[in-house]
């Protein structure tokens, strides 16, 4: 009894949301403030790798092709991997900026996963649709946590980090898998 993959996409866009609001809101009261309490740094690193690892399941459970499964293990490691980054810089383990080329590699590869993954072109329906420019989104957003790694002290680029998740999280929620795009198709797809 799987559900229908809009589901799992509806809770991931949850959580995507649930993480952007939480590092605006660090961006917004600024790192002394929000870092007050230990537990909140390493809150969305702590949600990336219990990301990654509940991704590792929709990986087993992702039997439709070959390239499904390998786009959801790549998205489970990037999260994970990005994940423990995060937490080792929250926690004071690391501590060059340049850690957050590790977050502008998973959010690149994840977006290029995403472009790879969709066989379908643009306007074939709006899943395909959806796919194409959530990976647009996260490639172009991978410029973010490079920003973040080569000018650490503009807010810009934190700010841009955040909202990724926010878009995501948007995206994400407009997920049916069988509904047509712009009314151009029926809902069994193309005639």
Same mark, same amino acid.
């Given at each position: 009894?799987?559900?229908?993959?809009?589901?799992?996409?509806?809770?991931?866009?949850?959580?995507?949301?649930?993480?952007?609001?939480?590092?605006?809101?660090?961006?917004?009261?600024?790192?002394?403030?929000?870092?007050?309490?230990?537990?909140?740094?390493?809150?969305?690193?702590?949600?990336? !790798?219990?990301?990654?690892?509940?991704?590792? /399941?929709?990986? @087993?459970?992702?039997? &439709? %092709?070959?390239?499904?499964? +390998?786009? =959801?293990?790549?998205?489970?490691?990037?999260?994970?991997?990005?994940?423990?980054?995060?937490?080792?810089?929250?926690?004071?383990? !690391?501590?060059?900026?340049?850690?957050?080329? /590790?977050?502008? @590699?998973?959010?690149? &590869? %994840?977006?290029?996963?995403? +472009?790879? =993954?969709?066989?379908?072109?643009?306007?074939?329906?709006?899943?395909?649709?959806?796919?194409?420019?959530?990976?647009?989104?996260?490639?172009?957003?991978?410029?973010?946590?490079?920003?973040?790694?080569?000018?650490?002290?503009?807010?810009?680029?934190?700010?841009?980090?955040?909202?990724?998740?926010?878009?995501?999280?948007?995206?994400?929620?407009?997920?049916?898998?069988?509904?047509?795009?712009?009314?151009?198709?029926?809902?069994?797809?193309?005639?």
């Amino acid at each position: 009894m799987i559900p229908p993959p809009e589901v799992a996409h509806w809770l991931a866009g949850a959580v995507a949301l649930f993480v952007g609001l939480l590092l605006l809101s660090e961006v917004i009261v600024g790192d002394d403030i929000f870092r007050k309490r230990v537990w909140r740094a390493s809150l969305w690193p702590s949600l990336a !790798l219990a990301g990654g690892t509940l991704l590792w /399941v929709v990986t @087993a459970f992702s039997t &439709f %092709s070959t390239i499904h499964l +390998l786009a =959801h293990a790549l998205w489970a490691e990037a999260a994970m991997i990005a994940g423990a980054v995060q937490l080792a810089l929250a926690r004071g383990k !690391l501590t060059s900026p340049r850690w957050s080329l /590790v977050a502008a @590699a998973a959010l690149f &590869f %994840s977006g290029v996963a995403f +472009l790879v =993954h969709e066989s379908n072109p643009w306007l074939y329906s709006r899943s395909a649709f959806l796919h194409h420019v959530i990976g647009w989104t996260l490639v172009v957003a991978a410029l973010f946590p490079l920003g973040r790694a080569l000018q650490p002290r503009r807010a810009v680029w934190s700010a841009g980090f955040a909202l990724t998740f926010v878009v995501l999280a948007v995206l994400l929620f407009a997920d049916r898998d069988v509904a047509p795009i712009f009314g151009r198709f029926g809902e069994g797809g193309p005639p």
